[in-house]
């Protein structure tokens, strides 16, 4: 047999086993199998926010799952048993289809404890804990959020970095975004939108961005869609669909949603399209969980919403995402902390990568939903010609000449004491 025989078999055999993977995991909808409906939140307005909303285990079972949950474990385990009996234990593509599959089994193994104290952990074992520390001694991501709190709070004490008016409807935020990405991408390659079937501004999928009828926008808010839903979701769900062999990069669990997340708050960050406004969005989603974590029930969250300056509908919605899949007294749904967790650990990676000239491993980061710990893997993965380059990169990313220079800064500034330099600085600050 010939060598080029033997590798269109392994890779056939490849295509076919992450093929498995992707249609296995297709009915699998983690935000529609935990969200609250709607009578749910006009049940707690009607109650002026007094009252805990009306959710229990009950509640969970009243809304049962789209797909057979024992059945699907055992699809998801008989994929992983053929992954290693076709490609052995130690195939670098073996190992991260069978990651995936076993974080399928604990999605769902987290869906069937809706309700109950195991969907709290299994959520922290899936997308982690509030309490988690990045590295051994380091501060956790509660700190992160008081430390950035705190900051934001000198920002605003300001009073002249008001965010500008929301003039901009659906119809006009749909317009701008559909000229800007057909600029980057092509101009069929993806469609905007307006929905009304949506609960968040703007929402990704495939090839496509809903944004939501009724929401109102200005321009730094579009920008930030651009970039965040546009350029980093879209853009790598897409490059994921292109792969030839390894489709399964088209779809991500849990582990590649803080990957996914922090990519796309770095892209906000270095592209200019964060403000105030929007991190204390996500400083605060953080606070919310930790609180949870910590014992905090749903009006307590609810009434730390409230004082933040949120009406009594606004507040709930926000509450509403610690809690989904969980009672208003149980453990949160963690998911959330995907979005400050994953900046870090990308920009310390792109840190690092720089730091020891390995640039070629940052572009690959967009390569398909891709998981921080598979970087290396991803590598030789390309190396051997299982899986395609990025064809979409923001700009930021195809060109790191200034993405370069910035994180050598970085690295330099990171070994300077910020406490000294503010002693050294307070006559002159």
């Given amino acids: 047999m010939s060598r080029r025989k033997t590798l269109d078999d392994y890779h056939a055999t490849i295509r076919a086993l992450?093929?498995?993977?992707?249609?296995?995991q297709t009915p699998i909808r983690v935000l529609d199998a935990i969200k609250w409906d709607d009578s749910i939140r006009q049940g707690f307005l009607k109650a002026k926010g007094k009252a805990m909303p009306a959710v229990d285990r009950s509640y969970y079972d009243s809304r049962p799952l789209s797909f057979d949950s024992t059945a699907k474990k055992l699809e998801f385990q008989n994929i992983e048993r053929d992954i290693t009996r076709q490609l052995g234990q130690f195939n670098p593509v073996g190992q991260i289809m069978r990651r995936m599959c076993k974080e399928y089994r604990?999605?769902?193994r987290m869906l069937e404890a809706r309700g109950t104290a195991d969907f709290g952990l299994i959520s922290q074992e899936l997308y982690g804990a509030a309490s988690d520390a990045f590295h051994a001694g380091?501060?956790?991501l509660a700190d992160l959020?008081?430390?950035l709190s705190d900051y934001l709070n000198n920002i605003?004490?300001?009073g002249d970095l008001e965010d500008e008016a929301k003039t901009l409807t659906a119809k006009d935020a749909?317009?701008?975004l559909q000229e800007r990405l057909a600029a980057v991408f092509g101009d069929d390659t993806i469609r905007v939108f307006e929905s009304d079937g949506i609960v968040a501004d703007a929402a990704a999928g495939a090839d496509y961005i809903k944004v939501r009828?009724?929401?109102?926008?200005?321009?730094r808010d579009v920008r930030a869609l651009e970039v965040h839903e546009g350029m980093v979701h879209v853009g790598t769900t897409l490059n994921g669909l292109s792969q030839p062999i390894c489709t399964f990069l088209a779809k991500g669990p849990p582990s590649s949603t803080v990957t996914q997340e922090g990519l796309a708050i770095l892209m906000e960050v270095i592209a200019f399209a964060s403000y105030p406004t929007r991190l204390r969005k996500l400083t605060n989603r953080t606070r919310a969980i930790h609180m949870a974590e910590e014992g905090a029930d749903f009006l307590q969250v609810h009434a730390f919403y409230r004082e933040q300056g949120f009406s009594l509908e606004e507040s709930y919605g926000n509450a509403s995402r610690a809690f989904r899949g969980s009672t208003p007294d149980g453990l949160p749904f963690t998911k959330d902390l995907s979005y400050l967790k994953g900046f870090i650990l990308i920009y310390n990676y792109i840190q690092?990568?720089?730091?020891k000239g390995k640039l070629e491993q940052i572009p690959l980061l967009f390569c398909g939903k891709t998981t921080l710990e598979d970087m290396r893997t991803l590598r030789q993965l390309v190396d051997e010609g299982l899986v395609t380059p990025p064809k979409y990169l923001p700009p930021q990313f195809r060109d790191l000449n200034a993405l370069s220079a910035w994180m050598c800064f970085s690295n330099f500034l990171n070994h300077l004491s910020l406490d000294r330099i503010e002693a050294d600085y307070a006559n002159i600050l």
């Fill in 213 to 219: 009828a009724d929401a109102l926008f200005n321009q």
């Fill in 156 to 158: 605003a004490a300001r």
């Fill in 352 to 355: 690092l990568a720089v730091r």
């Fill in 174 to 176: 749909v317009a701008i």
């Fill in 145 to 147: 959020g008081l430390m």
């Fill in 106 to 108: 604990m999605v769902i």
């Fill in 138 to 140: 380091d501060p956790t």
């Fill in 18 to 24: 992450s093929d498995r993977l992707v249609e296995a």
